[in-house]
């Protein structure tokens, strides 16, 4: 059950970046940094504004975007066409800076986020869980399903998916890739800053929490595919799962070693990904 | 007017120990001509291969472990244990470059990450070998017959020495059929591929050569701090490598050095003007500004100006 609750979240970390690698061919260092940023706006909205829980994520996951959408404007959209190698070390600098910034704001110390539910844990049978870990999973599998939707039903939707497959051909059709990218990266980022939001009240908030993060939804990308949504999906519920019994199986301080050992294996193996059908020639 | 200007720059690192006074300016000069073999290293792989390598702080900490638990445990000489260092790390950048050579790009970078995380993570957790997180206390200063090399101004011209040769090294390399090789491949790899490169083979090299001079940073490093832990394989360490080598001038000799030698010196200048936090976000901010500035680094823009 620990495994659904950080599955669900590594998902939506997964989604985000496997949207923004494949649809603007990134390699977003700083996505981690936006997950914790999600964590710290929680934070900062109960504290600062006395909102309630909900509108504190709310806000949260709303200014994740913002802030993405900023990035992408003020940074990366003046280097559009260029190569990855630049686009990925100005994504390192940003990754520093925003880690550096968010210690300055909000200092070294892990700040934990108040939240309204009950601690004691439901009972059902064998499995105990506490209240707010099952929130998690339904609003992670909430948005999670939201996104689907967004990509699949809509406009928007139908118009990123055409970017990702032919960049020239949709620009043809009157895509304008400028702002579809600017759309993608602050949707992308809102969802870590959701994921953020989410696990933050679970665990801590502290200023390197995106690292790991960061790792944890490259390996979910890599485990599903670029650009491959239902892989990402399931890759994050796999990489949360496996955690959790290479925890206990094997040794809690090898935990963060499944991350890094899935993506070497499967980059090795299966380098299109565990869910890709069989490439198609000619 | 080149040459007058490298015999200067080589009489002045040459003398640097009588007029540097205070043993921490040394300490900075020492720690220089350390990142100077880093960014060297890094260089190969970046700069002439162009292939990026974020799993560096490996290699490095590899280095320092080997060197550090052989003169430690098994009372090996400290000139054993530097090429046993570089040894050992030239073989996890062979076995390294063998497995992630097969993809490029995006996917390189991510298997070197994950790489240098599967070692760090062995380092903290592997206590019977590695002593965990509290680290390798003792590693004993090298001494030349019955010379110590403890002091600090002893310890600098091993470090010029060892940086010198890392520099000779590459220089030999990069001017070598291998190094025409590893700019062929850089450019256009279907190109190289026809007239001959073996592309596997080439990189694989490149990653061994250059795993092998970070493992000579990570074994000098050990035995200058005398203290080994797994923190040598932050991964701060690989960004401070990569601004090094970008500010300076990927795929130029010259580059890394003058980045190693600038980005060692202004953090410690920095550290009298500003608290560590707003130095390392200053850090961040200017490798944006470089990359959109100075896109191909200090030397190249100086000496396109001089031209």
Redesign the interface.
């Known amino acids: 059950m620990n495994g659904l609750v950080l599955g669900g979240t590594y998902a939506l970390l997964g989604i985000g970046l496997t949207l923004i690698f494949g649809l603007m061919n990134l390699v977003n260092f700083a996505h981690g940094e936006f997950y914790t940023l999600g964590a710290y706006l929680t934070f900062a909205a109960l504290a600062v504004s006395g909102l309630n829980f909900f509108a504190a994520l709310a806000v949260a996951i709303g200014l994740g975007a913002l802030a993405g959408a900023l990035c992408e404007r003020v940074l990366l959209a003046p280097l559009r066409g260029q190569s990855i190698d630049t686009t990925m070390l100005v994504m390192i600098g940003l990754w520093i800076a925003l880690q550096n910034g968010e210690l300055l704001v909000w200092g070294g110390v892990a700040k934990s986020i108040p939240h309204p539910f009950p601690t004691a844990p439901f009972t059902l049978g064998p499995i105990s869980i506490a209240p707010l870990r099952v929130f998690v999973v339904v609003t992670a599998l909430a948005l999670i399903a939201a996104s689907w939707l967004l990509i699949q039903r809509t406009r928007l939707g139908r118009a990123m998916r055409a970017t990702f497959q032919d960049r020239e051909t949709a620009a043809l059709m009157g895509v304008p890739i400028g702002r579809i990218h600017t759309v993608t990266f602050a949707f992308g980022s809102a969802l870590a800053a959701a994921a953020g939001a989410l696990l933050g009240p679970v665990f801590l908030a502290y200023p390197s929490m995106g690292d790991l993060a960061s790792l944890k939804a490259f390996s979910v990308v890599i485990l599903g595919g670029l650009g491959n949504l239902p892989g990402a999906t399931l890759g994050g519920l796999i990489l949360g799962v496996a955690e959790e019994l290479g925890a206990g199986y094997v040794s809690s301080g090898y935990r963060d070693a499944v991350g890094f050992v899935i993506i070497i294996a499967v980059l090795l193996l299966r380098p299109s990904g565990l869910f890709a059908r069989a490439e198609r020639i000619g | 007017m080149r040459a007058g200007g490298a015999v200067l720059a080589a009489l002045a690192l040459l003398t640097l120990p009588f007029w540097l006074g205070s043993p921490y300016h040394l300490h900075v000069a020492i720690m220089a001509g350390i990142f100077t073999i880093l960014a060297l290293s890094l260089n190969l792989l970046l700069g002439y291969t162009?292939q990026?390598s974020l799993g560096h702080a490996a290699f490095f900490g590899i280095g320092a472990y080997t060197s550090a638990l052989l003169t430690l445990r098994l009372e090996w000489s400290f000139w054993l244990g530097l090429p046993a260092a570089a040894l050992t790390a030239g073989l996890a950048g062979w076995a390294i470059g063998r497995?992630?050579l097969?993809?490029r790009?995006?996917?390189f970078?991510?298997?070197t990450?994950?790489?240098a995380?599967?070692i760090s993570?062995v380092s903290?957790?592997w206590m019977d070998l590695t002593n965990g997180p509290l680290g390798l206390p003792g590693v004993p200063a090298p001494s030349l017959a019955s010379l110590s090399l403890r002091t600090k101004p002893a310890y600098y011209y091993l470090v010029l020495i060892a940086a010198g040769a890392a520099y000779l090294v590459c220089h030999r390399l990069v001017s070598s059929r291998l190094g025409r090789a590893f700019l062929a491949l850089r450019e256009n790899e279907a190109l190289a591929e026809s007239v001959g490169v073996d592309p596997t083979h080439t990189l694989v090299l490149a990653a061994v050569v250059s795993a092998a001079l970070a493992g000579v940073a990570g074994s000098l490093y050990a035995h200058y701090t005398r203290f080994v832990s797994p923190e040598v394989f932050l991964?701060s360490y690989t960004?401070t490598m990569?601004i090094m080598v970008?500010a300076g001038g990927k795929g130029t000799l010259l580059g890394p050095v003058v980045g190693a030698l600038l980005f060692t010196v202004l953090p410690e200048a920095l550290r009298e003007a500003m608290a560590w936090?707003?130095q390392?976000?200053a850090?961040?901010?200017?490798?944006?500004v470089l990359?959109?500035f100075l896109?191909r680094g200090i030397v190249p823009a100086v000496s396109a100006w001089r031209r």
């Open positions: 162009g990026l497995l992630a097969k993809v790009g995006a996917y970078v991510l298997v990450i994950s790489f995380g599967v993570l903290v957790n991964f960004v990569v970008v936090q707003w390392l976000l850090y961040g901010v200017l490798l944006i990359v959109y896109p």
